[in-house]
């Protein structure tokens, strides 16, 4: 059993910072792609950043140069380091991870729970 569970998420006025966080736990063997994705109130789930377990990284065009994501394989976590931030970001982010659990030869995408993000005055 794997669980993902993120953090960070809090209220911040336009032109502020937050980190979010996603750690990983369970039987995990190894870990591929991870990514942010976030979700506003009747709006799809959109894809924000990916890194690949290589370090290669994609951002959507609302966030380049304002976002980045990195993370850290020893301890099965990743981030998202958001800077001016703005009303339109307002939304639950979400992790996602590629996991090879113990045991198994295919891998798996899980998700976690979310995290609410509001960027208001």
């Known amino acids: 059993q794997v669980q993902l569970v993120e953090s960070g998420g809090d209220l911040v006025q336009p032109g502020g910072s937050l980190r979010l966080s996603c750690a990983a736990s369970g039987s995990i063997d190894s870990i591929g792609a991870v990514g942010w994705y976030r979700q506003s109130p009747g709006k799809q789930r959109d894809r924000v950043a990916i890194i690949s377990s290589s370090g290669a990284t994609y951002y959507a065009d609302s966030v380049k140069g304002r976002f980045t994501i990195s993370r850290d394989n020893a301890k099965n976590t990743v981030f998202l380091q958001m800077n001016t931030l703005e009303p339109e970001d307002t939304a639950v982010y979400y992790c996602?991870?590629?996991?090879?659990?113990?045991?198994?030869?295919?891998?798996?995408?899980?998700w976690g729970k979310g995290t609410l993000v509001t960027v208001s005055s």
């Open positions: 996602s991870m590629t996991i090879t659990t113990n045991g198994v030869s295919h891998a798996t995408n899980y």
